[in-house]
């Protein structure tokens, strides 16, 4: 079965502080996505990416960058943090398929910024 | 471009009573169509998906789905709901010609189950 995991399931984060959410899977997995999902506003797609060392944005990049130096491997930076970044974040990966690849996600992290 | 409806925001059951979940999409491509369960405080689960193979798909915990092209629709059913069935469930369309395939959901089902 395929693991995702996402390094804290709760933080608490001071306004302008740099955070990291680290996101690690364990399938081989080429495609890896990260998601904010908000109470009325349902999952909405931050970044992902398809490779190595390779990044497109989501739907709402600002005030997040990724980082993926290795393929199991994909970091969120909120380079400083605000308080409407309060949010539950989603990691998810799925192998190389294109639309027919089902997205596996880790449990989340509850990001909450002071 | 594409994108997903689900049509209730909320479904209240009876334990034991079937259910279903309505979800209508549109899509310039072909779409994959993908139903996954969220239960409080976890990540999403994939229940069942739809990739131009047979129409009627089964997946797990006894749910099902029909894709009907000439009705936009990808509805989810379960013959007999079980208290552990209470969770949110989403609708997903996937049907971008880009490799990663980027997904939209749906805005989210919350599913009910009385005793």
């Known amino acids: 079965d395929v693991k995702v995991t996402q390094s804290s399931r709760y933080l608490v984060k001071r306004t302008g502080e740099k955070v990291f959410l680290e996101c690690v899977q364990d399938?081989?997995?080429?495609?890896m996505f990260w998601y904010r999902q908000d109470p009325g506003l349902g999952l909405r797609l931050i970044y992902f990416?398809?490779?190595?060392?390779?990044?497109e944005k989501g739907d709402i990049p600002e005030g997040y960058s990724v980082s993926r130096e290795k393929k199991e491997r994909f970091s969120l930076i909120l380079e400083s943090a605000s308080t409407n970044q309060t949010s539950m974040y989603l990691c998810?990966?799925?192998?190389?398929?294109?639309?027919?690849?089902?997205?596996?996600f880790g449990n989340g992290t509850r990001l909450t910024v002071t | 471009a594409q994108s997903v409806t689900q049509l209730d925001s909320h479904v209240s059951v009876s334990e034991g009573t079937p259910v279903l979940l309505r979800c209508n999409y549109s899509?310039?491509?072909?779409?994959?169509l993908f139903w996954y369960v969220q239960h409080p405080n976890k990540g999403l689960q994939l229940l069942l998906k739809?990739?131009?193979?047979?129409?009627l798909v089964k997946g797990i915990n006894g749910f099902e789905a029909e894709f009907k092209k000439s009705e936009t629709s990808f509805h989810l059913t379960k013959p007999s709901a079980h208290m552990s069935d209470a969770a949110e469930y989403f609708c997903?369309?996937?049907?971008?010609?880009?490799?990663?395939?980027?997904?939209?959901f749906g805005d989210g089902t919350t599913l009910t189950v009385k005793p």
């Open positions: 990416s398809y490779d190595v060392k390779m990044k």
């Open positions: 998810a990966s799925s192998y190389e398929g294109g639309l027919r690849s089902p997205l596996h």
């Open positions: 399938m081989d997995h080429e495609n």
């Open positions: 997903v369309v996937s049907g971008s010609n880009t490799n990663a395939g980027k997904s939209t």
């Open positions: 899509s310039s491509y072909s779409p994959s």
């Open positions: 739809y990739t131009s193979a047979a129409t």
